[in-house]
């Protein structure tokens, strides 16, 4: 959680989706497959944003409210005097909100408040004759889901 400083000037979203690590699938194939080519479906697991919330972690929107202790900033402005007449002021992340700037009244259903599910896709991997032991075949977007929270 937290501000990122970049949000203030670049103008980011909060809850914005972002593209997970690449993750490492090992396919073993009969040597037959290797000579005549094939297609196989692989089936795996892998996190995703919740389908229901949206990745908020509230069962609807009206569940979002916005941190009374913060404002909604998820930043909370602290001020310590040091000597007389010095003041030193720095902000902390709302503990409240944990830097979200906003509570859940009612936690989603389906992630419970996780924001993540786990769920399992798959995709078709083209086994192409002749193709060497220890080929790398490479899909875009099988990997896990994450927010950049």
């Given at each position: 959680?937290?501000?990122?400083?970049?949000?203030?000037?670049?103008?980011?979203q909060?809850?914005q989706?972002?593209?997970?690590?690449?993750?490492?699938?090992?396919?073993?194939?009969?040597?037959?497959?290797?000579?005549?080519?094939?297609?196989?479906?692989?089936?795996?697991?892998?996190?995703?944003?919740?389908?229901?919330?949206?990745?908020?972690?509230?069962?609807?929107?009206?569940?979002?409210?916005?941190?009374?202790?913060?404002?909604?900033?998820?930043?909370?402005i602290q001020?310590?005097?040091?000597?007389?007449?010095?003041?030193?002021?720095?902000?902390?992340?709302?503990?409240?909100?944990?830097?979200?700037?906003?509570?859940i009244?009612?936690?989603?259903?389906?992630?419970h408040?996780?924001?993540?599910?786990?769920?399992?896709?798959f995709?078709?991997?083209?086994?192409?004759?002749?193709?060497?032991?220890?080929?790398?075949?490479?899909h875009?977007?099988?990997?896990?889901?994450?927010?950049?929270?």
């Amino acid at each position: 959680g937290g501000m990122d400083p970049f949000d203030m000037f670049f103008g980011h979203q909060r809850n914005q989706e972002i593209k997970g690590p690449t993750i490492n699938l090992k396919v073993r194939v009969s040597l037959n497959d290797v000579y005549t080519g094939k297609e196989i479906e692989i089936v795996y697991s892998r996190q995703t944003i919740c389908p229901h919330c949206r990745g908020s972690g509230a069962d609807t929107q009206d569940d979002l409210i916005k941190c009374s202790k913060c404002n909604g900033e998820g930043v909370i402005i602290q001020k310590r005097q040091i000597a007389p007449g010095f003041v030193q002021q720095f902000q902390e992340t709302c503990d409240k909100c944990n830097g979200d700037g906003q509570t859940i009244k009612k936690k989603c259903h389906v992630c419970h408040g996780g924001k993540v599910v786990k769920s399992f896709d798959f995709f078709v991997a083209v086994i192409e004759k002749g193709v060497k032991d220890g080929h790398v075949y490479e899909h875009e977007d099988v990997g896990d889901e994450y927010l950049n929270v």
